[in-house]
């Protein structure tokens, strides 16, 4: 592929094998200016007049560390500008700048308390356990449903104070929500995509309208309870403030950890000396390897920012109002940070990957929690079926979620 041939707007590009995928993004970074791209085509807006490409790695820290000039507030999470009842759901402080989003961050921050997190240790530790069993007695299967989609999905329920009853809802609907350009998930028709998606964001926002409405008479150790509960400075989330909210933590919480996982079996199938390196030793090297895992699958591929006054970066002259889009999938793989940077590698040190984002205000608030379901997910799992090999995956087409729909998985039993 020439770089002229390289559309990262094509909804084709993000559906060619990871490698192929991974070689244009070089060939990106390779160029001496700032690649620029037509916008891609959307159900939800006009296209605007194209961005650029951040895809090296200084430029998505420098952009990330900069928020008043590169501002989250036209939309973080889409290329296109969103209409306005778009933002109201799926917006929360990840679409917002400072002050709106100092102050959501930090009521939501105390409420999202290392005390709260602590309570679901034990939590992330048994259903580890319950999953394994359950994938022991059913034998080879689908990884993704039976393994790598429930854990995350059951903390982030717990968490949230959601009934088991509502699980299949809250992942049905989150997966709408982030399904890209997927039609297994969206309607090819652009007008029927719309309400799909604004139906998805009204049943979860309905859904903490009631866990709200019953917690305000009779609050628990939830965070819903925590949320509509007034803190000690009187600070509070407004209904549609948590409403959204709401959406933005159980999407976030539900859709990147799985595909992590699930990124994992793929890299120690194809890597199998890497995992007897971590086998040998799995709990000292467990930490640097969900590391190498987040870095080299970048489960969110990138963010968006636009610019709020003209500004110089890396020798590149950039107007107000562009829009720029940090490509951390790219960063990621940046050789003058990463030697050999497609090589997955547990023992890679330093290790300063982008893929919880670069360093700013917006740096991923779910962090620690993935970090520790990855960890907890992969002893478990690596511990007792050492053995358990990827078949071939079926990928989410997606430019935003570097995703795994299915993904059969082989182990002896
Ligand atoms: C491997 C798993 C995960 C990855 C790769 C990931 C990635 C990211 C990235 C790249 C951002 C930066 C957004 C920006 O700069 O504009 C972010 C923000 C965020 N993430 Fe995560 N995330 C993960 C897990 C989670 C989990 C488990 C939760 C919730 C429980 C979560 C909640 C959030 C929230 C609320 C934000 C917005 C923070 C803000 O705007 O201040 N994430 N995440």
Redesign the pocket.
């Known amino acids: 592929m020439t770089v002229a041939g390289i559309d990262l707007s094509a909804t084709e590009f993000w559906g060619l094998p990871l490698a192929e995928r991974a070689a244009a993004f070089a060939k990106l970074r390779a160029e001496p200016r700032t690649p620029f791209f037509a916008e891609p085509e959307s159900p939800f807006s006009d296209p605007g007049r194209g961005y650029y490409a951040l895809v090296k790695y200084a430029d998505v820290v420098e952009a ?1 560390k900069h928020p008043a000039v590169f501002s ?1 507030a036209k939309g ?2 889409q290329i296109p500008d969103l209409p306005v009842e778009f933002n109201e759901y799926f917006g ?3 679409n ?1 700048d400072d002050p709106k ?1 100092a102050r ?2 930090r009521i ?1 921050s105390r409420a999202f308390s290392p005390r709260l997190i602590a309570k679901f240790e034990d939590d992330v530790r048994r259903t580890a356990t319950t999953v394994v069993d359950d994938l022991l007695a059913t034998g080879p299967c689908d990884f993704v449903a039976n393994v790598a989609a429930r854990l ?1 999905l059951k903390i ?1 329920c717990d ?1 949230m104070g959601i009934p088991d009853d509502q699980y299949d809802m809250v992942l049905a609907n989150t997966n709408i929500i982030l399904s890209g350009a997927d039609p297994e998930f969206l309607s090819e028709d652009m007008d029927q995509a719309v309400l799909q998606v604004l139906g998805a964001g009204q049943a979860l926002a309905d859904l903490v309208t009631s866990l709200a409405a019953d917690r305000a008479q009779a609050p628990r150790e939830d965070l819903v309870s925590a949320l509509v509960t007034a803190n000690i400075d009187g600070e509070q989330l407004t209904s549609p403030e948590l409403a959204s ?1 709401f959406i ?2 159980v999407v ?2 539900n859709e ?2 799985r ?2 996982l699930s990124h994992a079996l793929m890299l120690f199938t194809e890597y199998p000396d890497q995992r007897a390196l971590l086998l040998a030793d799995l709990e000292n090297r467990l930490e640097d390897t969900v590391e190498e895992i ?1 870095r080299y699958a ?3 591929l990138f ?1 968006r ?1 636009t610019l709020t006054q003209d500004y110089t970066m890396n020798g590149q002259d950039y107007r107000e109002g562009d829009k720029v889009v ?1 490509f ?1 999938y790219s960063a990621n793989r940046d050789e003058t940070v990463f030697p050999d940077p497609e090589r997955f590698d547990i023992t890679r040190s330093p290790n300063p990957h ?5 360093p ?8 620690h ?2 970090r520790r ?2 960890r907890v997910m992969l002893r478990e799992l690596l511990a007792r079926v050492p053995d358990i090999t990827a078949g071939e995956p079926d990928r989410l087409l997606s430019s935003f979620i570097n995703g795994i729909k299915h993904l059969p998985c082989d182990f002896s039993r």
């Open positions: 990330s989250s973080a999470t929360s402080m990840i917002m989003h959501l961050r939501v995350p982030i968490m909210f933005l933590l976030a919480g990147t950890t595909n992590a987040v970048s489960p969110v963010m920012r940090l951390y982008v893929g919880f984002g670069g700013g205000p917006h740096y991923c608030l779910g962090a929690l993935a379901e990855l």
